[in-house]
């Protein structure tokens, strides 16, 4: 029989809690996923200008603009991945959705390490292997973005209100330990050897690196059950109940059930059925997530510190003390995020965010690129990591309810994928101007992630309701009060 022992702050654990944790270990698979395929192109960037981009001969411009393209192409997959990732989850279910994010990921890990496999001789095809290379980036984008929205959405259906947050959290932690962590692969494997070995051959094992944790993750999600949640919507009552039985216990298996069926068949699934506010709190929320100009850092971090006088090694050197930066501080993100809020945490990152980005702006400005700009990194890094990057998906994962979650969802994350692209894609191209850089030598950037960061938590001070432990059905109401 199962037993329950209670947590400090009255809570009761049931002994399946040991299950909710196994569940979300391997959820965040997904994560880990994301944030490997985020991270480890960085350590590409170069040769993969030097064998599809510079033999091309294109004016500067014009060669930014088509290497940024290419760097930023798998998130053209991830908008699109966000845009169905509410109807795999509504019509197929969580987890075969996060199957097929994984399937994803495997293919496009061979794929975009060999492109010229089943067209040509590996290394000999040139700017011709540039297109096959992008439709790859673009498959694993399509996971990325699946993935990013079922990964948080798995494990708030499973986890119990009081943890939800810090659960929700080991999801962001699993996003930064897999960008810290392919920076480790990506410096490992470009000390194998030189330029010229790193060109030929080295960033195709960095890309190709991406196949070991995917095949993970296809293999352990054959072990895991849907959520209870979309097991009720889809009529499969006996098997959610034994599901939330093995969870929480049978009493209150039987109670949350009652909730979820109240809250999926009594209530319309009209989009804007809660008003226009909660969809709108949800975009804004991705949209200035992205705006702050946390991947541009991240995708472009050797580049970055290349720019302020550090040689390649170096370079990434420093990237690797941003990543563990980023995994330090969301653990303070997941130690408190179910203590002090959502809110508080996301105004004070957006508070360091912004002067870490303002600072680093005028040292690049004033061509002071030594100790103070790689600290002034490190501390928007941290920012974003105890703030941000965690919380916003513990949000978007609560926020909206439920008759609406996988469309709205669905919605925001999409817009999410879209601004990262929009961010992406710029940040080459405004670094890589004459004329911005004539007059900031490179910070112009950083003054515009500044300035967002501001307004992100002007919107959060005004706009954001604060989830902290409600159930997700309790979110119904919280939006149906505000009569928007």
Known sequence: MASDVKLKGGHDVHAGSGLVVMLTLVATLGG???GYDTAVISGAVKSIDANFIDPLGLADTARDSLSG???????IGCIVGGMIAGWVADRFGRKRGLFLAAVLFLISAIGSALPELGLGTIGRMGPAALTPFIIYRVICGVGVGIASMLSPLYIAEIAPPHARGRLISFNQMAIVLGIAGVYFVNWAIAAQGDTAWLNSVGWRWMLGSEALPAALFLVLLAFVPDTPRWLIKVGRTAEAEATLTRLMGP????LTRREIEGSLVQHTDRLMAYGVLVLAVGIMLSLFQQLVGINAVLYYAPLMFENMGAG???ALLQTVVVGAANVLFTLVAMFTVDRLGRKPL???GAAVMAVAMLALGCL???HQMGIGALVAVVVYVAGFAFSWGP???VLLAEIFPNPIKGKALSIAVAAQWVANWVVSWSFKVLDGNATLN???NHGFAYYLYGAFSILAGLFVWRFVPETKGRSLEEMEGVWKATGR
Not at 69 to 75: K, Y
């Open 32 to 34: 880990l996923l994301f």
């Open 69 to 75: 393209f290419t760097i930023s192409s798998a998130l």
């Open 364 to 366: 690049l400005n004033l």
């Open 312 to 314: 390649t090694d170096s």
């Open 391 to 393: 919380v916003v998906w």
């Open 438 to 440: 004539a007059m900031f």
């Open 346 to 348: 996301l105004i004070a």
């Open 251 to 254: 009493a209150e298996a039987a």
